[in-house]
């Protein structure tokens, strides 16, 4: 089981336990907690040093600044409650797909995604290439396919 909460089955829950449920406990804990850093950091959500500031995503939610420092830093060993991730993804201006759905290799479910996978190019990725741009955080929002597009090619020119 991956939440110690025995009785507290929702489908929030479950959506939330799917989504994940590919990873061990332990890495799903360190996984969200990454993704949570990640969007701290995209959002400048960091302190003088880089590090996630913590007490400002507490703020944004509504909650002590330790509890923030838990989630960010996988010290709870378990996955916050599913509607403590949403009220994260919230105040990170994310959806709870974007802060969880990677973990278990779901790809983002918009239009723009679906007629870049369509393209030729889109058509052509490797499985690494195409979990990579699934997974990836953007900051302004949804991207169009000219985005994945620069963004697979950006990868491609990279590797080689």
């Given at each position: 089981?991956?939440?110690?909460?025995p009785?507290?089955q929702?489908?929030?829950?479950?959506?939330?336990?799917?989504?994940?449920g590919?990873?061990?406990?332990?890495?799903?804990?360190?996984?969200?907690?990454?993704?949570?850093?990640?969007?701290?950091?995209r959002?400048?959500?960091?302190?003088?040093?880089?590090?996630?500031?913590v007490?400002?995503?507490?703020?944004?939610?509504?909650?002590?600044?330790q509890?923030?420092?838990y989630?960010?830093?996988a010290?709870?060993?378990?996955?916050?409650?599913?509607?403590?991730l949403?009220?994260?993804?919230?105040?990170?201006?994310?959806?709870?797909e974007?802060?969880?759905?990677?973990?278990?290799?779901q790809?983002?479910?918009t239009?723009?995604?679906?007629s870049?996978?369509?393209?030729?190019?889109?058509?052509?990725m490797?499985q690494?290439?195409?979990?990579?741009?699934?997974?990836?955080?953007?900051?302004?929002?949804?991207?169009?396919?000219?985005?994945?597009?620069?963004?697979?090619?950006?990868?491609?020119?990279?590797?080689?």
């Amino acid at each position: 089981m991956i939440f110690s909460v025995p009785n507290r089955q929702s489908p929030e829950e479950d959506s939330v336990r799917e989504a994940v449920g590919a990873l061990s406990p332990e890495d799903q804990v360190t996984y969200v907690a990454e993704r949570i850093r990640d969007a701290m950091e995209r959002r400048g959500w960091t302190d003088a040093l880089g590090k996630p500031d913590v007490k400002r995503l507490a703020d944004a939610m509504g909650v002590r600044w330790q509890t923030a420092q838990y989630w960010v830093e996988a010290r709870n060993k378990q996955l916050p409650r599913p509607d403590n991730l949403r009220r994260i993804a919230e105040a990170l201006g994310m959806t709870l797909e974007q802060l969880i759905g990677a973990a278990s290799g779901q790809e983002p479910e918009t239009d723009a995604w679906r007629s870049f996978v369509q393209s030729d190019l889109g058509g052509s990725m490797t499985q690494a290439e195409r979990q990579a741009l699934a997974s990836m955080l953007w900051p302004n929002g949804d991207p169009d396919t000219a985005a994945y597009r620069m963004v697979l090619l950006t990868l491609r020119s990279v590797a080689s």
